[in-house]
């Protein structure tokens, strides 16, 4: 299906009720299972009773069947929305039945009228559409109770990779499970690479000969919830699983797309012509060529948000593109690695995860990537370019990182991954300053955000995207949740340099009674917290954890607190140095004789802490929750004796509330796939804060 086809698809969906979804009798193939009674799990508002899954690659189909048993209210509420994913570009939705089971009588609810077609984004901010549709049918009046069955199957006609197959179930799940069924039905399972991370005592292995080929199912039954934990790292699968893939090694999928791009490589007339006018432009830097090629791109080609299935590993061929002036990622990644290798230049295009980071390579071989970027090995140094960075700003020299972790280079001569490094110390940092200063027991504080370089480029989208106004919003709420009593008393001013790459936002609060009895000693106390710092930092409970922890990375952050009170003199933090292969943390005090400013620093050097060395990393953070956070008391006389107190925080106990919430200016790496929006801590995230503090200060009263 062409990219014109696909845009009036996501323009008019409801086109494609007929053609690309259908209602229909479920494959002659699949095997029909029963459906057995399975006890409520105490705690969980549903039951899946049946979990079926059946493939067939000859069919080029797989066949999904669940029935599931709400339990509560709620639950009955969720389960009146039946939705099916699928890509109309590559795919045929099949739906078989929707039944529901009440008081013995049996009702189908599969109507072709009462199905609605919903287009789907990626991202709403850019609106960018996935290229999927979501088929929705509507059930009223269910009861708590009732057994609903859902039959449907995927006919994939996609034109890519047409020998290929590649499927992964997980064998766990968050709900209890009665039975589940896993089955691959081919005449040629020698095509297939299987991988069972789940071979306990209640799965089974079966073989079962039929006109259709060997079936081999894996079938599991009573299987309770898997209850995870938080912070797991991006891309872990922490389910037991079961994957199947037709290719045989990483070098096989490179080739295959390899292949596929070389057949987009055609420039036509024009484009050849345009390439000759920038390089006479910039004959003698060949660094000042490559930024300019970059910019070309950029300026050129307009960015059409589409992106689809599995033609979205695939671009527009290269003289389209520049006729038209449009394209997404993967064309201007096309564009721009051509001009590129025309000029001489050793750019190869690169296949990266979004979702799965560099846990990709722990998968099955598998064209499941869902992002492309430019790899340039120029002056013995490895450049990583990513034209979807539509505020990217920074010079060549700095063009050495991209989160991703791992890329497979699309190329016949790829064998495996390509690691990104991460990039160097005070490239992408954040640097927060505060400046108190006290007149009684209220307070005037002076707050600057610098970002530089990648988290830059990030608050420049957000403010493009949002517009000052909004982040205006975000920043004085942030403030507030953090600070006590913080009210705003000038407009948020905003700063772009866009020669250095940073930019900064600063503002200025007054906060009435910043300090506040203490009722126990009659004292006055203010904390102060490097709230900066303290949202990055990942905790975990004194619990046998069996999983990694994932850590907010790459985040670097620098954080001041200037404190300008008469009895601040001696007011101070001992210094602090953690130093090992997952983070550094630095803390101490300055100029503790005038007006003492507390320093903290934090960088994660790793994406994940192993299970191995969880122990280590609690005995780093109890080191961190030592110095985190200073509480400041004085008489309410202004006694000279009055001493500061440090105040130590009790992680074990609050650090699941305290961070069970998006992290400041860095985007969540969690299970689910759904994007999170880089930018402040949520409204949510700043009562957690506000919670936070209050029981710093009832813990100092209680002294």
């Known amino acids: 299906m062409g990219r014109s086809k696909q845009t009036e698809i996501h323009r008019n969906p409801m086109k494609i009720k007929g053609l690309r979804l259908k209602i229909e009798a479920p494959p002659a193939w699949i095997i029909r299972r029963k459906v057995k009674g399975f006890a409520k799990a105490k705690g969980h508002p549903v039951t899946m009773l049946l979990h079926d899954r059946q493939i067939a690659p000859e069919q080029s189909t797989y066949y999904t069947r669940y029935v599931r048993r709400p339990e509560t209210p709620q639950a009955t509420h969720e389960a009146e929305r039946i939705e099916f994913d699928f890509d109309p570009a590559t795919q045929v939705l099949l739906i078989h039945g929707i039944s529901i089971f009440r008081d013995g009588e049996l009702t189908n609810r599969a109507k072709f009228e009462e199905v609605e077609v919903i287009r789907r984004k990626a991202d709403p901010d850019q609106g960018i559409y996935s290229g999927r549709i979501t088929a929705l049918v509507r059930l009223n009046k269910l009861r708590p109770g009732d057994i609903i069955d859902v039959e449907s199957s995927i006919l994939s006609d996609v034109k890519l990779f047409p020998r290929h197959c590649w499927f992964s179930e997980n064998l766990e799940h968050p709900l209890p499970v009665g039975h589940q069924y896993f089955s691959l039905i081919s005449k040629n399972h020698e095509l297939f690479k299987i991988s069972v991370s789940e071979n306990g005592p209640n799965t089974a292995y079966t073989e079962e000969e039929t006109e259709w080929g060997l079936l081999k199912t894996w079938a599991k039954g009573n299987s309770p919830p898997l209850d995870l934990p938080p912070f797991l790292p991006a891309g872990f699968n922490p389910f037991k699983n079961i994957s199947i893939s037709s290719f045989q ?142 505020h990217h700003q920074r010079t060549f020299s700095t063009w050495n990182s991209l989160p991703f972790q791992k890329a497979l280079l699309i190329s016949k001569e790829t064998e495996g991954f390509t690691e990104i490094k991460q990039a160097p110390p005070e490239q992408d940092y954040i640097r927060v300053s505060e400046s108190y200063r006290f007149q009684g027991n209220n307070a005037f504080i002076t707050i600057r955000h610098e970002f530089h370089g990648a988290e830059a480029e990030k608050i420049r989208g957000e403010l493009h995207s949002k517009g000052k106004p909004t982040i205006q919003k975000i920043f004085r709420e942030k403030v507030k949740s953090t600070r006590i009593g913080a ?92 130093n090992n292969e997952f983070l550094t943390f630095e803390a101490g005090t300055k100029n503790e004789d005038t007006h003492p400013t507390l320093f903290y620093y934090y960088r994660s050097k790793a994406p994940e802490v192993p299970v191995k060395d969880l122990h280590r990393y609690r005995l780093n953070l109890d080191q961190i929750s030592s110095v985190i956070s200073l509480v400041f008391e004085i008489n309410s006389g202004r006694d000279s004796k009055s001493k500061p107190m440090r105040q130590r925080l009790n992680w074990d106990e609050d650090e699941l509330e305290q961070h069970d919430s998006p992290n400041l200016l860095q985007p969540l790496k969690p299970a689910t796939n759904e994007p999170v929006s880089p930018i402040w801590l949520s409204a949510i995230g700043g009562l957690v804060i506000i919670t936070f503090i209050i029981l710093i200060v009832r813990y100092a009263a209680s002294l």
């Open 249 to 390: 090694s990483w070098g096989a999928v490179a080739a295959e797309i390899a292949e596929l791009w070389a057949q987009t490589r055609d420039p036509g007339k024009d484009l050849p012509h345009e390439l000759t006018k920038i390089q006479k432009a910039y004959p003698h830097s060949k660094g000042e060529l490559i930024e300019a090629i970059f910019q070309f791109v950029r300026a050129n080609i307009q960015y059409q948000p589409l992106e689809a299935g599995r033609p979205s590993l695939v671009p527009e061929d290269l003289k389209k593109i520049w006729r038209t002036r449009l394209g997404d990622n993967k064309d201007k990644v096309n564009l721009l690695c051509w001009l590129l290798k025309k000029c001489g230049f050793d750019a190869s295009t690169a296949l990266v995860s979004l979702t799965l980071h560099g846990n990709i390579s722990e998968r099955l071989p598998a064209p499941i990537f869902d992002h492309v970027v430019v790899y340039l090995r120029y002056d013995e140094r490895d450049h990583w370019i990513d034209p979807a960075l539509t």
């Open 487 to 578: 009210e705003p008393i000038t407009e948020l001013e905003v700063s772009d340099d866009l020669d250095k790459n940073i930019i900064v936002l600063s503002g200025n609060f007054s906060a009435i009674s910043a300090l506040n009895p203490n009722p126990n000693t009659g004292r006055m106390i203010c904390d102060f917290t490097p709230y900066s710092i303290f949202e990055k930092i990942h905790g975990i409970d004194n619990s046998d954890r069996i999983f990694p922890v994932g850590l907010c990375h790459p985040t670097e952050i620098f954080h001041t607190i200037e404190l300008d009170h008469p009895d601040a003199k001696g007011t101070g933090v001992p210094k602090t140095i953690i």
